[in-house]
């Protein structure tokens, strides 16, 4: 992308709407703006980062075994009533009524329309298990909306849903889906501590919350400080392998991390002073296991292997798609704007051309953009006529982990400057070398420049 063609519209001043850091960042960054209260419009560079994420998400849900599919966002009210919640959910449910005055709610969650998907469709424990997901806009009414867009109304959650024979079946699928999250979380460059939590609205015993530290986010945390070195890596998991699942889900959540619902005075005193911890942090997923909660009263049954029916056993599990834009900023700025993590970059690298309309600098730009977009990177290229401070300013708010820096003296002497955001530091090499690197920098994200091959045919949804 070059940089005259796109609409990226930076704020110079800071919004005064906007009272943390990632809020401030995502709007003067022109990634976002406000349609209204707690309802965003996604603008270019706010809807890639978007999308780089639930690539993510898709790929590590896919891995674990789940299926992709997409739920509509309005639902029927009568399905709401069968599992009781219609009522139940108050003032967070926007409810709407359509000409012919059937009740109608935009979807906060989906447990009650996957229910009915799956009784209209199995009917035998033979077709056990199964876990769908989608991606999807879910609406809450907020009292509250703030935080631009995490605390939203309109937010675009993933949520997951697991249908088992039997609860034992059930807590390998909640732990398939501990060990997918932690994965997908770290791959975004974040860290996400399972804690104990509370189930709220969608009831059940087991539940863990994933929570990013941060000073600004609005849950109360408390933990051992141990479980902060805990990192799943590059381990291979088999999925289906209930010891494996179980033996990262118990590494994961042995330690003592609880949110302040389920806190536990006692209990945390056991813990060695000097590895007490109280903070604050960010909920990004939250996964439950609740049983028959839903297949109960809904009649989500299946033949078992002795012929008769039995209710399923359910969990669900959401990851907070939108929030967590917020979240990994928050984890990762400084007084110039934001820095992305790798994995998530909205653009691989930037370009800037110092002396734009010098016929050197202009063919080697052109040169470098069209070497890593041959090997399927991403770059943005800064050929507008702004001067110099000013486009390592806009580079600089807008977070690309690498910049390419070409002017006429360098190429005197057959160099760019390449150059980290995250450390500030550059190093001089030729063009061919930049690219080169950059290529290696970005390797681990993209499997395909490892093998050197130009990446044919790229689609927007590779993951499907
Ligand atoms: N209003 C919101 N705006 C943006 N993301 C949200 C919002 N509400 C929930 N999420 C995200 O969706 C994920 C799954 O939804 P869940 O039902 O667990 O939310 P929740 O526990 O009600 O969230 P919270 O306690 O923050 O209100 C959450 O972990 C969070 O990351
Ligand atoms: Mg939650």
Same mark, same amino acid.
């Given at each position: 992308?070059?940089?005259?063609?796109?609409?990226?519209?930076?704020?110079?001043?800071?919004?005064?709407?906007?009272?943390?850091?990632?809020?401030?960042?995502?709007?003067?960054?022109?990634?976002?703006?406000?349609?209204?209260?707690?309802?965003?419009?996604?603008?270019?560079?706010?809807?890639?980062?978007?999308?780089?994420? @639930?690539?993510?998400?898709?790929?590590?849900?896919?891995?674990?075994?789940?299926?992709?599919?997409?739920?509509?966002?309005?639902?029927?009210?009568?399905?709401?009533?069968?599992?009781?919640?219609?009522?139940?959910?108050? $003032?967070?449910?926007?409810?709407?009524?359509?000409?012919?005055?059937?009740?109608?709610?935009?979807?906060?969650?989906?447990?009650?329309?996957?229910?009915?998907?799956?009784?209209?469709?199995?009917?035998?424990?033979?077709?056990?298990?199964?876990?769908?997901?989608?991606?999807?806009?879910?609406?809450?009414?907020?009292?509250?909306?703030?935080?631009?867009?995490?605390?939203?109304?309109?937010?675009?959650?993933?949520?997951?849903?697991?249908?088992?024979?039997?609860?034992?079946?059930?807590?390998?699928?909640?732990?398939?889906?501990?060990?997918?999250?932690?994965?997908?979380? $770290?791959?975004?460059?974040?860290?996400?501590?399972?804690?104990?939590?509370?189930?709220?609205?969608?009831?059940?015993?087991?539940?863990?919350?994933?929570?990013?530290?941060?000073?600004?986010?609005?849950?109360?945390?408390?933990?051992?400080?141990?479980?902060?070195?805990?990192?799943?890596? @590059?381990?291979?998991?088999?999925?289906?392998?209930?010891?494996?699942?179980?033996?990262?889900?118990?590494?994961?959540?042995?330690?003592?991390?609880?949110?302040?619902?389920?806190?536990?005075?006692?209990?945390?005193?056991?813990?060695?002073?000097?590895?007490?911890?109280?903070?604050?942090?960010?909920?990004?997923?939250?996964?439950?296991?609740?049983?028959?909660?839903?297949?109960?009263?809904?009649?989500?049954?299946?033949?078992?292997?002795?012929?008769?029916?039995?209710?399923?056993?359910?969990?669900?599990?959401?990851?907070?798609?939108?929030?967590?834009?917020?979240?990994?900023?928050?984890?990762?700025?400084?007084?110039?704007?934001?820095?992305?993590?790798?994995?998530?970059?909205?653009?691989?690298?930037?370009?800037?051309?110092?002396?734009?309309?010098?016929?050197?600098?202009?063919?080697?730009?052109?040169?470098?953009?069209?070497?890593?977009?041959?090997?399927?990177?991403?770059?943005?290229?800064?050929?507008?006529?702004?001067?110099?401070?000013?486009?390592?300013?806009?580079?600089?708010?807008?977070?690309?982990?690498?910049?390419?820096?070409?002017?006429?003296?360098?190429?005197?002497?057959?160099?760019?400057?390449?150059?980290?955001?995250?450390?500030?530091?550059?190093?001089?090499?030729?063009?061919?070398?930049?690219?080169?690197?950059?290529?290696?920098?970005?390797?681990?994200?993209?499997?395909?420049?490892?093998?050197?091959?130009?990446?044919?045919?790229?689609?927007?949804?590779?993951?499907?």
């Amino acid at each position: 992308m070059r940089l005259s063609r796109y609409f990226l519209p930076v704020l110079k001043e800071n919004p005064a709407e906007a009272q943390i850091v990632s809020h401030r960042l995502m709007l003067r960054a022109g990634m976002i703006k406000q349609a209204q209260a707690g309802i965003y419009s996604w603008l270019p560079l706010g809807f890639k980062v978007l999308r780089k994420l @639930e690539n993510i998400v898709h790929e590590e849900q896919i891995r674990a075994g789940h299926i992709p599919m997409l739920m509509p966002t309005l639902q029927s009210a009568d399905l709401w009533r069968e599992s009781g919640r219609y009522d139940d959910y108050g $003032e967070e449910m926007l409810r709407i009524t359509d000409r012919h005055g059937r009740d109608m709610l935009f979807g906060p969650t989906n447990e009650e329309l996957i229910t009915d998907i799956f009784r209209g469709h199995v009917s035998s424990y033979k077709d056990l298990p199964l876990t769908l997901y989608h991606i999807q806009w879910k609406f809450r009414d907020e009292i509250r909306p703030r935080f631009g867009v995490m605390r939203g109304r309109e937010f675009l959650m993933k949520d997951g849903y697991n249908f088992d024979l039997t609860k034992e079946d059930a807590l390998h699928s909640y732990n398939r889906h501990l060990v997918s999250y932690i994965r997908t979380y $770290e791959r975004m460059g974040l860290q996400a501590i399972p804690m104990r939590a509370d189930s709220g609205p969608i009831g059940g015993d087991d539940t863990h919350e994933f929570l990013v530290l941060a000073e600004t986010g609005e849950s109360e945390v408390f933990y051992d400080s141990k479980v902060t070195d805990i990192r799943l890596g @590059e381990r291979e998991i088999d999925y289906d392998s209930v010891e494996q699942c179980r033996a990262v889900m118990e590494e994961f959540t042995s330690l003592y991390a609880r949110t302040d619902e389920t806190h536990d005075e006692a209990v945390f005193n056991q813990i060695p002073e000097e590895r007490r911890r109280s903070a604050r942090g960010i909920e990004v997923g939250q996964i439950f296991y609740f049983g028959t909660k839903y297949s109960d009263p809904m009649g989500a049954t299946v033949q078992g292997p002795d012929g008769k029916p039995v209710p399923v056993h359910m969990g669900s599990h959401g990851i907070g798609v939108s929030r967590l834009i917020g979240a990994i900023i928050e984890a990762s700025h400084d007084d110039k704007g934001i820095i992305w993590p790798e994995g998530v970059t909205p653009f691989h690298c930037g370009i800037v051309n110092l002396k734009q309309g010098d016929a050197e600098a202009d063919a080697a730009c052109d040169q470098l953009y069209a070497a890593l977009t041959a090997i399927g990177l991403e770059p943005l290229y800064d050929d507008t006529n702004e001067r110099a401070g000013g486009k390592f300013a806009t580079m600089d708010l807008i977070g690309l982990p690498w910049r390419i820096t070409v002017g006429p003296r360098g190429l005197k002497n057959g160099v760019v400057e390449l150059t980290s955001r995250k450390t500030g530091e550059s190093v001089e090499l030729s063009p061919e070398e930049a690219v080169r690197k950059v290529a290696e920098i970005y390797a681990p994200h993209h499997p395909h420049l490892a093998r050197e091959e130009p990446m044919a045919g790229r689609s927007f949804h590779t993951w499907l």
